[in-house]
């Protein structure tokens, strides 16, 4: 019980910060710019030009019926929080009075794009969601499995920076694109964290040298496959290691001066869950 209750008060505050960051990006950059970067929001932002209705209020009416037809999919506590998320950044943008911190489109562009990417990553950090394309995008995806849930959420964010085009200016749709391209790229680092790994396979005939080394010289573990060149015919050892950001040069330079000819490949690994990286949470 302790352990949940401890997740779930870092869920929150994930959750808090996160939404404060969304509605501060929203609310001093890209609302008083006319940056419309995709997402229920966008949509929110074209019709509040056009209506005057409010940015969240036109986002809760967009995303309640989605978390009724997901709700089940979702998983109570999940559902519960990011319902809450979803509320609490529609009321926050419409409701927390912020004054326009730049006229400058291209700040705007950038720091609302970083301070929106931030906040959305800590609200998935915190295992929640604001709903939105991604949500809309899923269900789709589970009623029409050929529609990939990436190829739905990037349709939905086209639709709404094309729409800006027309009810803004040409301009402002080229800036909600970039910065829908900043708020993914830091989205991901959140997510990801400083300590984001990379996977190696190694295919060599001195495996056994390069594995020892790996283990005393940067205290990794190394996991061995056996397998066979099909071309040679000959037995081989394909060692697999993953290393955080700042370990795959030492990595490289092990391999190479253990054996030049070895075959290495490199992956950006998205999350690493295990002893030496993030710990799994429990609880959720």
Do not use: W
């Not at 906040?119 to 709903?131: D, E, K």
């Not at 990436?150 to 749709?173: E, M, T």
């Not at 060599?204 to 205290?219: F, G, K, T």
Request: aromatic share 8%; charged share 15%; net charge neutral.
């Amino acid at each position: 019980m302790k352990k949940m209750l401890a997740a779930e008060g870092k869920n929150a505050l994930y959750i808090v910060v996160g939404l404060l960051c969304c509605s501060a990006a929203y609310n001093l950059y890209l609302i008083p710019n006319n940056v419309a970067a995709g997402g229920f929001t966008g949509i929110g932002q074209l019709v509040n030009s056009l209506s005057g209705i409010g940015v969240g209020t036109v986002s809760i009416a967009l995303n309640i019926p989605l978390f009724l037809l997901s709700l089940r999919r979702l998983g109570l506590r999940f559902g519960i929080r990011s319902l809450i998320a979803m509320l609490g950044l529609s009321l926050a943008i419409d409701h927390i009075p912020l004054p326009p911190a730049t006229d400058d489109m291209l700040l705007a562009t950038v720091f609302g794009g970083a301070l929106g990417g931030l906040g959305f990553g800590l609200v998935l950090r915190g295992n929640a969601t604001t709903g939105g394309s991604d949500m809309l995008a899923s269900l789709v995806h589970s009623r029409f499995p050929a529609v990939r849930v990436s190829v739905g959420i990037f349709a939905v964010d086209g639709l709404v920076i094309l729409a800006s085009a027309f009810v803004f200016d040409q301009q402002a749709a080229m800036y909600a694109l970039i910065c829908t391209g900043v708020m993914n790229l830091v989205v991901d680092a959140v997510l990801e964290g400083p300590n984001s790994a990379h996977s190696y396979f190694i295919i060599s005939d001195r495996a056994d040298e390069i594995a020892a080394r790996v283990m005393d010289e940067l205290a990794r573990g190394v996991t061995a496959f056996s397998a066979k060149g099909m071309y040679s015919g000959a037995d081989k050892q394909v060692l697999l290691c993953v290393v955080n950001r700042f370990e795959t040069v030492q990595l490289r330079r092990i391999v190479l001066s253990v054996d030049p000819s070895a075959f290495v490949i490199a992956n950006k690994a998205h999350e690493v869950l295990g002893e030496g990286f993030k710990q799994p949470q429990q609880g959720k």
